[in-house]
């Protein structure tokens, strides 16, 4: 007995350095070889759940975590850790489940509050995880994944003075997407900028630096030289934003500047109130060059054909459930007198279009964001699940349709049809998570009617 307790211990001990260390496939070998022995031991099910998960594993790691419940009914770990695997899978009630168990038998911690307040916000249940988010951080008030889950719930409910102060606490989170820029230059605190120059940064997403760049004429009022930091692709376009001298790629050399700002710390600063948003659009244009070049590459309208881009994929983090298949759009086949053009690019671009359906592909010519503009031009509207086209398009006041996953982004708010920050933009949301056939038979409808109005105004003679 001695011995094999000792032979356990070593398996144990050697799988818990590797998978400390981040060799999960390593340590999950002995693991395994130590549950040949002690099938039973709730600890060892435990850690090979989180070798599992580490793995991609995620219904194995659930398996493993289950089995360790069996033997330990109170052991907290298992439950927080059942709850992870869960949210992984998208099976976020079972996830808010496991999170209340955990909870029931750790010691007071922020980390199981924010992690069951982020199972909540994808269910809708906002008001629940924002009180899990400030009973996370009563117990902690420096813990930034609590301080950011909170800008999440708040922003999402139209809460926004309090939504971007708690925003802030992005640049503390070890995950965060971007890298804090320029923190050697000070932040511009909203102050006259007569005789200053001030670096605006892009961060994030595409997406994110096209909706918040419109506060960069609001920046220039103050009467400084405005500079924009961005990503390479999108240079070209944000050259067109009105009081904007420069636009530079990331990490590029720019002249001595008196101050900074991210982006997305705009709306804090000039204190965004749902009813005080810089709506205006278009506050991206075309060049006429940019115009000409299109509208020879798709020729002169001669019916009255509605024009319709279309995009229905996206990058699978942060959101997995704002994508469908091209499939999905079938019912829009069904619209007459209807063409449509795929602005979609990367993954998804090989689906094929579903029957009846044919759909114009002209992505080998989109090599920047210019190009996307410049043939979103062309079109008469976009339709468009949570992605950066949708946002470019309606940036350059382009009508827009936006399919919504049932747990939308904190930028689209909860309920609404339309958009504050997008005056052309209607949004198609989901009543049930994950469920699309419902919303596209409303989009369906909506583009018959938009279609009929259009082809109204076609059919109608030039006014003297």
Wanted: aromatic share 10%; charged share 20%; net charge negative.
């Amino acid at each position: 007995m001695e011995e094999r307790n000792n032979l356990l211990q070593q398996l144990f001990t050697k799988g818990s350095a590797l998978l400390q260390a981040g060799k999960a496939t390593e340590a999950l070998t002995f693991f395994e070889k130590a549950l040949n022995i002690a099938p039973s031991n709730a600890h060892l099910n435990l850690f090979t759940g989180a070798a599992l998960h580490s793995l991609g594993r995620f219904e194995d790691a659930i398996a493993s975590y289950r089995n360790a419940i069996a033997m330990a009914p109170a052991m907290g770990e298992a439950h927080n850790n059942l709850g992870n695997s869960l949210m992984a899978l998208q099976r976020f009630s079972e996830a808010v489940d496991s999170f209340s168990q955990s909870l029931l038998f750790l010691p007071p911690s922020p980390v199981p509050l924010t992690a069951r307040a982020t199972a909540l916000l994808a269910i809708g249940k906002m008001a629940e995880g924002e009180a899990d988010c400030r009973k996370a951080l009563q117990l902690d008030p420096s813990f930034a994944d609590a301080h950011w889950n909170l800008a999440l719930h708040l922003l999402l409910q139209g809460k926004y003075l309090e939504g971007w102060q708690e925003y802030e606490w992005r640049w503390l989170r070890p995950d965060f997407t971007s890298p804090r820029r320029h923190t050697d230059i000070p932040l511009w605190d909203g102050s006259s900028l007569y005789g200053r120059s001030i670096l605006l940064h892009a961060e994030q997403g595409f997406g994110d630096a096209i909706q918040f760049a419109r506060y960069a004429p609001m920046v220039a009022q103050r009467g400084g030289k405005v500079i924009i930091e961005c990503h390479p692709q999108l240079v070209q376009i944000m050259q067109s934003i009105e009081g904007v001298q420069m636009v530079i790629p990331f990490d590029a050399d720019h002249p001595a500047v008196s101050c900074q700002a991210p982006l997305l710390s705009l709306p804090r600063i000039f204190g965004t109130t749902p009813l005080s948003i810089p709506s205006q659009t278009p506050y991206l244009f075309v060049s006429e060059g940019q115009r000409f070049k299109w509208a020879e590459v798709i020729r002169p309208r001669n019916t009255s054909t509605i024009r319709v881009g279309l995009v229905w994929t996206g990058k699978s983090y942060p959101d997995p459930l704002r994508s469908c298949r091209l499939e999905t759009l079938a019912p829009l086949a069904e619209v007459k007198e209807t063409s449509f053009y795929s602005l979609q690019l990367g993954p998804g671009s090989e689906q094929p279009p579903p029957a009846g359906m044919t759909l114009i592909d002209l992505s080998d010519q989109l090599c920047d964001f210019i190009d996307t503009a410049a043939l979103i031009e062309q079109l008469d509207l976009v339709i468009s699940i949570d992605t950066a086209v949708a946002h470019l398009a309606a940036a350059l006041g382009k009508p827009v349709f936006l399919m919504l996953p049932f747990a939308p982004d904190w930028r689209w708010l909860l309920d609404r049809r339309d958009s504050p920050w997008y005056p052309t933009m209607q949004i198609f949301r989901q009543n049930q998570p994950g469920k699309w056939e419902e919303v596209l038979l409303r989009v369906q409808e909506a583009l018959i009617t938009f279609s009929q109005d259009n082809k109204k105004s076609f059919e109608e003679p030039p006014k003297d």
